[in-house]
Structures are given as C-alpha cells and as structure tokens.
C-alpha cells in the first residue's frame, strides 16, 4: 500500500509519464498538406487517374484498385488502368516513332485520358506467407492536371503495418474533408 502511494504522490508531484498519453504504437496518423490556393481546385477534381508506384508491383496495383473503389464509391470517376495503359502505350509509340527522348510524363498522360487530376504516389508493402499484406508507408500526391500544382499531399505511416483498405478510406476521408 505505501508503494502505491509513493507512486500516487510521484505522478502528482511531477505529472504522469508522457507515454500514458501516446498514441498507440503502430496507429495510422496522416501528415498532409493542403496549398491555400488548391482549396478551390479541390472542389473542382471530379475525375482522377492514378499512378503509383511500390516496392511490390503486383501489390502496388491492388492498391491503385483499392484506391479506385473507394473513390469511386465516394463520387468520383476513376480512369480505368486500361485506357491509362493504352494511352502510355501511345505516347511510347509517339516517342520512338519522333525518336524523341524522355519519360513519359504522368500529366501528358492525364491530359490524354480527359483527367482533371492524377493521384501519385509510393507505396511500401510488407508481405509474408503467414501475416497479412500491410502496408507500412504511403504518401500520394493528388495534382491538378492542367496548372501541374500539387492539390494535396498526405503520407500515412504505421510502424506495425495498416491494410490498405484502411489507408484507401483515410484518403477518401482526408480529400472529401478538403473539399468542402
């Protein structure tokens, strides 16, 4: 008993340890940024392709149609991978038949498909036979396809992984917040 109010009087006296009040370890917190001058802009994305890119490609692009359902079960209308791809396919075919050199760049592409905005992005993707595909780090970058300026940037980390279904939702959550 006197230990415990040794304890008691401690946490008194100097207040209690800064990790009672911690976020739990491994809790998907999101850092974004939001330019003042993109608020209007924002309101504006209706129609968006995505490109991302990940330590896993095939993971990477079930993340990209995680991304898709959620947008557009949120309103939005998502360039289908196949018209993004037959359009990088011709502006590759442009190139070398130009003899042109250069990447291809996402805005060309976005501006060839009648998208007002592309969502970039990284994604980095834990997998094993016996856990859960998580994801441990994404960031994305939603930009307006004609000015070229960033509209929203967001990274969400987790030390212990999140599903992407998770992130998706967060995103969707994030930019529909930013809208209004």
Not at 100 to 108: C, D, Q, Y
Not at 165 to 171: T, V
């Amino acid at each position: 008993m006197k230990k415990v109010i040794i304890i008691l009087t401690i946490i008194a006296c100097i207040g209690p340890p800064p990790s009672l009040f911690a976020q739990e370890k491994g809790v998907l917190s999101p850092i974004m940024s939001v330019p003042k001058e993109a608020k209007a802009k924002l309101k504006t994305a209706r129609t968006i392709a995505i490109f991302l890119n990940g330590n896993d490609s095939l993971l990477t692009r079930i993340a990209e149609d995680t991304l898709s359902i959620n947008l557009t079960n949120a309103g939005f209308t998502v360039i289908n991978r196949e018209t993004l791809e037959k359009a990088v396919g011709e502006q590759v075919a442009k190139k070398k038949k130009e003899k042109a050199e250069g990447a291809i760049n996402a805005l060309g592409i976005g501006k060839a498909v009648n998208a007002d905005s592309i969502l970039t992005g990284t994604v980095i993707i834990e997998s094993s036979k016996d856990k859960l595909v998580l994801v441990r780090i994404a960031s994305f970058q939603l930009v307006d396809v004609l000015s070229g300026k960033t509209l929203i940037n967001i990274l969400f980390e987790s030390e212990k992984g999140k599903p992407f279904s998770e992130i998706a939702n967060g995103f969707v959550a994030v930019l529909k917040q930013n809208m209004r």
